[in-house]
């Protein structure tokens, strides 16, 4: 029997839900939270699902704009604490799957000694 290393549909799914993976799809998990496009998976994940629930709104008699102020008053706020807990989930999903949460920072770390370098750089000090 071979290793996975990228999670069956079976697995995905209950990845999204908040399960964790196997360690052999260690690599998979930290690509997936840190990679290219995390940002946006991250985001598609806790918003487009919501929406559903908050369409029943629309069925409450009324002007259209009533529903649709009421499905604002609850996803804006949504919308802006997704994005503010964006690291602290990061970081917990890393230390669910027993990776070291300190990896949710790696691309900003770089970025920091990449400016920093430059800094050093038109000042002198390199």
């Not at 994940?45 to 908050?54: A, E, F, H, K, S």
């Amino acid at each position: 029997m071979t290793v996975r290393t990228k999670p069956t549909p079976a697995q995905r799914i209950r990845y999204i839900c908040g399960g964790t993976l196997p360690n052999s799809m260690a690599a998979w998990v930290v690509d997936d939270l840190t990679g290219p496009g995390a940002a946006r998976r991250y985001l598609l994940r806790i918003l487009i699902p919501v929406i559903g629930p908050l369409c029943l709104f629309l069925l409450i008699p009324g002007p259209l704009w009533m529903g649709l102020a009421m499905m604002a008053l609850l996803y804006l706020p949504l919308i802006y604490f997704t994005i503010a807990l964006m690291n602290v989930y990061r970081r917990h999903r890393l230390a669910e799957h027993g990776l070291d949460p300190a990896l949710a920072d790696t691309h900003r770390r770089q970025r920091a000694a990449i400016e920093r370098q430059a800094y050093e750089r038109r000042h002198g000090r390199a």
